[in-house]
């Protein structure tokens, strides 16, 4: 009957432990603005978390899109957010934001993604500090096109 007890009282506590999310659920990871390009490219410097060190890159690359579209770069000219209520336009335009954060297709509008430091294994996974360099015209622009936000000055 203890056996069963014990078995009962672990199981429950496992059950109960609170698991970890993807930091892009929250995206309160550090994203810092390193420079903008007359060209129209963003380099930001990203940090992410994940089980597997492929997974810690792909939450630092969407915690930084996420950043860039829905709070903006304090201290910036990015500050403004590129879409201004993310819980609208999640609902509103749930296929692109599915295509775009979930399946992938932010990787169109990066030009490149590099480790600013090796992968350090923490506790439960890998944390990575990555460089992305971001082609935020074009991204602003897919924006326009899928009547996400309104063309500037219109």
């Known amino acids: 009957m203890k056996k069963i007890l014990i078995i009962v009282v672990v199981l429950g506590l496992q059950c109960c432990s609170p ?6 659920q929250n995206y309160s990871a550090s994203v810092e603005f390193i420079n903008k390009d007359d060209s129209g490219t963003i380099t930001v410097r990203s940090s992410g978390f994940g ?6 890159v792909v939450d630092a690359q969407l915690s930084a899109f996420n950043i860039l579209l829905f709070k903006g770069l304090p201290g910036t000219d990015l500050n403004v957010p590129l ?5 609208d336009a999640k609902n509103k335009y749930s296929e692109y934001f599915k295509r775009l954060l979930d399946q992938g297709d932010y990787n169109k509008f ?7 430091s090796e992968p350090v294994a923490v506790k439960g996974g890998f944390f990575v ?9 074009s991204l602003r622009k897919d924006l ?5 936000i309104r063309k500037f000055g219109f």
């Open 51 to 56: 089980s597997k060190k492929e997974l810690a």
């Open 110 to 116: 990066m030009m490149s993604s590099s480790f600013n």
């Open 129 to 137: 500090s990555l460089d992305i360099k971001i082609n935020y015209n």
């Open 83 to 87: 879409v201004e209520n993310e819980n």
């Open 19 to 24: 698991k970890l999310q993807p930091q892009s």
């Open 144 to 148: 326009e096109q899928n009547q996400i």
